[in-house]
């Protein structure tokens, strides 16, 4: 079995080739020498290596670079995923840390505000807008649970919001003064006798100032308050600030815009006035409303252009 095993062996043992080419070196550096003979036959195969080398050597190093390029590109998309996870984190946390801090100057001011008041209040949240192209309304986070009644008043830091409309025990709805259905008693904020009646505009976030008792010196800029002569707003609440005011048509009547002082649909947290025989007081400022819709003649700031009016009409049928 042993010289069928070395008969058959198709390699040449280790030490055998190892000494082969060592004589072989010895023999080629003695032939050599210090003449070094073998020099030309040195630069022949070198220049036969190099042609061998450099194009292998090229195709390495594009292998290489093709390598470490595509592995940076990976790593620079990693790492963008990276940046713009945390940065979209961030943005995230700015935005609630904002919100927070929102909330926060919000319910201080509340708070600020619920300890100047003389009529009692209750705190709530706004939970949701009301699904309606038509109107303007809120759902209060409180209910006749909480000693919520239909037709009390609702503000907020910044001056009046609206009136609760509809209450369930655990919610109630609130029309904002932004509603083309609510009307407001208000008078200018630096002349109390000048009084009037404001109501939503058609365009949204605006008020509208519907009918003046008399003609005044209204400038862009005055404050409207409310009256509180209806019983159920308590005066000098905030409720809006003049914006424009349109010269007085054929008709006589001039078109006067007024902004809410109040954030309107955007609002947070409210406070509930507990007003004392809010049902009653409700009744009566609605009649009171009806009473000037049907029955005043609306004196706005044309006043005198309808007189100039009816003067001219009065001459010419004259004629």
């Known amino acids: 079995m042993k010289k069928d095993y070395q008969l058959f062996r198709r390699t040449t043992p280790t030490w055998v080739r190892l000494a082969l080419a060592s004589g072989l070196a010895v023999v080629l550096m003695a032939a ?11 630069n022949v195969v070198g220049a036969a ?7 292998l050597h090229a195709a390495q190093s594009w292998v290489n670079d093709t390598f470490n390029h595509a592995y940076d590109l990976q790593s ?3 790492d963008n995923q990276k940046l713009t996870a945390t940065n979209q984190e961030q943005a995230a946390r700015i935005t609630q840390l904002t919100q927070y801090e929102r909330d926060n100057d919000a319910l201080r001011a509340q708070l600020d ?32 649970n909480d000693g919520i009644i239909a037709g009390q008043p609702v503000i ?3 001056g009046l919001l609206g009136q609760i409309t509809d209450v369930t025990p655990l919610t ?4 904002l003064v932004l509603d083309t259905k609510m009307t ?18 058609t365009n949204e976030g605006l008020l509208s100032l519907r009918f003046f008792s008399a003609e005044v010196p209204l400038k862009v800029d005055d404050v409207l308050v409310t009256s509180g002569k209806d019983g159920l707003y308590p005066e000098h ?15 006589g009547q001039s078109t006067i815009t007024v902004v809410p002082t109040a954030e309107g649909m955007s609002a947070r947290y409210v406070l509930v006035l507990q007003v004392a025989d809010v049902t009653n007081m409700a009744k009566r400022s609605k009649l009171q409303t009806e009473q000037v819709e049907q029955d005043a003649m609306p004196d706005t700031l044309g006043s005198r252009a309808r007189a100039q009016a009816q003067e001219k009409q009065q001459a010419q049928g004259k004629k």
């Open 49 to 55: 290596l190099g042609l061998v080398q450099q194009p």
């Open 184 to 201: 407001v008693p208000v008078q200018l904020q630096n002349d109390p006798n000048v009084r009037g009646f404001i109501s939503g505009h």
């Open 76 to 78: 620079l998309a990693l």
């Open 172 to 175: 109630s709805e609130l029309t």
């Open 32 to 42: 050599d020498g210090k003449a070094r003979r073998l020099e030309p036959l040195r």
């Open 113 to 144: 505000l619920k300890t100047k008041l003389t009529t009692p209040s209750i705190a709530a949240q706004v939970l949701y807008q009301v699904v309606d192209p038509y109107a303007r309304k809120l759902v209060l986070s409180k209910g006749s």
């Open 156 to 158: 907020t830091a910044q």
């Open 237 to 251: 609440l905030s409720v809006g600030r003049v914006s424009q005011i349109e010269s007085a048509g054929e008709n």
